[in-house]
């Protein structure tokens, strides 16, 4: 096994970690940046008839009270609309710990891909600019 000290998400303690590099078995994520969003962590999990989309953005813990209700109110009109499982605003973790917020939005495959073409064109652009 293999040990080793990561650098923490936030504060000033570091977290050991031991085991192989990639010992556990992680959904497919990439970084994705873009002149509106910045950068943010894509991860899509199959399973069953469901599918997840996680969108980790940095700008989304500065939002204003007001600015993420509105975020919130139009992730659920986004739920009805596409008939989603789930599409709302959590909080991001990373090691385990609270690393900002983050979209997600859970339902069908088709639901899926529709909306989050409309959640990257539209919603997450008009709320990057605010």
Known sequence: AEARLLPPPC???????VGPLGAQAAPARRQVGGPHLG????????????E?????????QNLSGIARR????????????FGLAAAELRPHLQNGL???????????????KAAKQELEEGILQYYASQ
């Open 11 to 17: 504060g000033c303690l570091e977290i050991f970690e």
């Open 70 to 81: 509105d975020l919130e109110c139009d992730l659920e009109i986004l739920s009805q609309k």
């Open 98 to 112: 609270p690393h900002g917020l983050a979209v997600d939005i859970v339902g069908p495959r088709s639901s899926i």
């Open 39 to 50: 950068d943010w962590e894509h991860v899509e999990e199959q399973g069953g008839a469901q």
């Open 52 to 60: 997840r989309f996680h969108a980790a953005l940095g700008w989304l």
